[in-house]
C-alpha cells in the first residue's frame, strides 16, 4: 500500500529526474542540516546509488564541530563531490543591515560568488514552505538573476506538477524538490529510512537544535526529546516555531525578507 511517504519520496525523486534531464551544470546546496540530508539521501535513491553532481557547501568557519565531523564523515560514505565555497567576511556585508542579520548574509554573498564562477545554471535547495512565511511564496524551479535576485511577482505558474524548466541563458535557477514536505515529514521519513543524523537535533542537558546554524547565530531550544520517537511526540504538541533558536529571525521585522530578496536560501 502507497503511504503519504511514499507519495512526497516519490514527487521529489520525479524534481530530481526532471532538473537533472533539463537543466546543465546542476549542483546541491549542503548545510548538513536534516533537511539537505534527507534531499542527498533521495538523490541518491532517485540516481541508484550515487550523487551525478557535485554538492557545495558554503562554510563560514563558524559550524559547529559536530556538523563539520559529520560533513566528512558522509562524504566519505556516500562518495560526494564535495566542494567548500568559504564565505567572505561579515566586514564587506550591507552595513544596513542588522548585526545578526549581516552574520546570516555571508552565506548569501559566499552563493552569489560561487554563482559569478559560472559553474551552475541550476542549484538544488532544500528548504520547505513550511518553516518561514516567505518560503511559502516559492515555486519549485524558481528562476532568478544571477545576483540571486527573486522577484517574487515572476514565478513562473506551477499545476499538477507540470513544471516550466526551461529559462533564458544568464538565468540562475533555484529548485527546490523538498518545498511541499514539512517538518514532521521529514522526521518520520528520516526514521523509516534510517538516515544519519548531527547528534545536535537530540537533546543534552533539556536542549537541542530544531534548526542547524552557525554558532554565533544559532541557539538550542528547550527540549527532552533525544530520540527520533520522542521528536515526533514533541512536534505532535510544541508550539514553539522551528526557528525559534535562529537570532536573525528575532531581530528585525524585515530581516528574512530582505535577505530573501537578494538571495537567501
Not at 546541491?28 to 541508484?48: E, H, T
Not at 526557528?243 to 528574512?256: I, K, L, P, T, Y
Amino acid at each position: 500500500m502507497t503511504t503519504d511517504l511514499d507519495q512526497l519520496e516519490s514527487q521529489s525523486i520525479y524534481i530530481l529526474r526532471e532538473a537533472y534531464n533539463r537543466i546543465d551544470r546542476l549542483a546541491l546546496l549542503w548545510s548538513i542540516g536534516k533537511d539537505s540530508n534527507v534531499l542527498l539521501w533521495l538523490c541518491r535513491k532517485a540516481f541508484f546509488g550515487r550523487v551525478p553532481f557535485p554538492v557545495v557547501q558554503l562554510d563560514t568557519a563558524m559550524e559547529l564541530p559536530e556538523v563539520y565531523e559529520f560533513r566528512d564523515m558522509a562524504t566519505r560514505e556516500w562518495d560526494l563531490d564535495l566542494r567548500v565555497e568559504m564565505c567572505p567576511p561579515e566586514e564587506e556585508m550591507d552595513q544596513t543591515l542588522p548585526p545578526l542579520t549581516r552574520a546570516a548574509a555571508r552565506k548569501t554573498e559566499g552563493l552569489k560568488n560561487l554563482l559569478r564562477k559560472g559553474n551552475y545554471q541550476g542549484i538544488f535547495v532544500g528548504i520547505r514552505r513550511d518553516e518561514q512565511a516567505t518560503r511559502a511564496k516559492e515555486r519549485v524551479f524558481s528562476p532568478r538573476s544571477l545576483d540571486g535576485d527573486w522577484d517574487v511577482k515572476d514565478q513562473p505558474a506551477e499545476f499538477w506538477d507540470h513544471f516550466k524548466t526551461r529559462f533564458d541563458e544568464g538565468t540562475h535557477v533555484r529548485i527546490h524538490p523538498l518545498l511541499h514536505w514539512t517538518e514532521m515529514d521529514i522526521w518520520r521519513y528520516s526514521k523509516r529510512e534510517e538516515i544519519p543524523i548531527v547528534p545536535l537535533y537530540f537533546a543534552r542537558d533539556g536542549k537541542r537544535y530544531r534548526s542547524l546554524g552557525e554558532k554565533n547565530i544559532t541557539f538550542p531550544v528547550d527540549s527532552t526529546a533525544g530520540t527520533i520517537d520522542e521528536i515526533i511526540a514533541e512536534l505532535a504538541v510544541t508550539r514553539v516555531p522551528e526557528r525559534a533558536g535562529r537570532a536573525m529571525d528575532n531581530e528585525a521585522e524585515d530581516s528574512f525578507e530582505r535577505l530573501r530578496s537578494v538571495g537567501y536560501m
